[in-house]
């Protein structure tokens, strides 16, 4: 893409300048015809870039030049150094050194304070390729195929138009168009059989997202939970938002909140062990209690 290269041309003569219009055409695999456009477009759009003929001539790049900070303020560069980061480290961006890059433009100093890990422990390379794949299939609106083994152990063959990645309670999910179901459907990609997942042929035009995508994920809608805690306060405090806990007059945290009462978020709570009391809703409150229960005759059995 043009923007791309025009991009490349001022990373490429920041580091040195001048630089040969036949240097810049086999760095971008473009012509050196393509290169004289491009040159003349980023002198159109204001940059102080230039041709000169001749011994030591070239492209070159006024001395000194920095991204206009009038348009980027020293915060919105920080930030956009961060989310780049944040980028690279999630694999949504491919180019490692692209950081470094913008911050060089800016002429700044790239601070790598972001270290972001959403794999799983002990997670294969196939995981690796599987979320890569299904980010290429967005970007290049490509259906997927794949075989998927949902909650209830049941498989199925599913081709579909993969429009985002969700991240929620510590697993990826791809939210897209099912052809089998015709509908919207949100798929964990820890359930794909990850050597069948392929980019079925073909592409696909984006369909009008519903209202209510995401809904499934939202805590607004959530039904009403009350727990409350012994023991460890400080991982209470540290895994919910402040604003959800209170302490009672006997030095127990009771934490309200609206969620979704997910198979995850019930074995969560599990871990919590004798310290957790369910208040509320009753019917959570009963499935830990048979959960112990079950627990306790396993070993009684031994």
């Given at each position: 893409m043009q923007s791309q290269r025009l991009f490349e041309i001022i990373y490429l003569l920041m580091e040195r300048s001048p630089r040969t219009t036949g240097e810049l055409a086999k760095?971008?695999?473009?012509?050196?015809?393509t290169v004289r456009r491009d040159v003349d477009a980023l002198s159109a759009a204001g940059v102080p870039v230039f041709m000169t003929r001749g011994k030591g001539g070239g492209v070159h790049l006024m001395e000194g030049y920095v991204l206009d900070r009038s348009l980027v303020s020293e915060a919105e560069q920080d930030e956009i150094l961060a989310a780049l980061s944040a980028l690279r480290q999630t694999g949504a961006a491919d180019d490692e050194a692209l950081p470094e890059r913008v911050a060089r433009l800016f002429r700044r100093?790239?601070?790598?304070?972001?270290?972001?890990?959403?794999?799983?422990?002990g997670a294969p390379?196939?995981?690796?390729?599987?979320?890569?794949?299904?980010?290429?299939a967005i970007l290049e609106r490509r259906p997927l195929s794949f075989t998927y083994h949902d909650a209830g152990e049941r498989t199925s063959q599913r081709t579909v138009e993969p429009v985002k990645l969700l991240y929620k309670e510590r697993s990826w999910y791809v939210r897209a168009w099912c052809r089998k179901r015709e509908d919207w459907r949100a798929f964990k990609i820890i359930r794909m059989v990850w050597d069948t997942l392929?980019?079925?042929?073909?592409?696909?035009?984006?369909?009008?997202?519903?209202?209510?995508?995401?809904?499934?994920?939202?805590n607004s809608r959530g039904q009403r939970m009350v727990l409350t805690?012994?023991?460890?306060?400080?991982r209470v405090r540290e895994e919910f938002a402040p604003d959800a806990i209170e302490r009672l007059p006997d030095g127990r945290l009771?934490?309200?909140?609206?969620?979704?009462p997910t198979n995850h978020s019930r074995h969560y709570l599990l871990?919590?062990?004798?310290?957790l009391y369910v208040e509320e809703p009753a019917e959570l409150r009963e499935w830990i209690h048979q959960e112990a229960a079950a627990?306790?005759?396993r070993y009684e059995e031994e």
């Open positions: 760095r971008l695999e473009v012509s050196e015809r100093e790239n601070t790598d304070w972001l270290d972001i890990d959403f794999s799983f422990w390379p196939e995981y690796r390729r599987a979320f890569d794949l299904v980010k290429r392929e980019l079925a042929p073909g592409t696909f035009e984006p369909r009008p997202l519903p209202p209510d995508l995401g809904e499934n994920y939202s805690f012994s023991g460890d306060e400080g009771r934490v309200t909140l609206n969620t979704e871990s919590f062990g004798s310290d627990m306790v005759r």
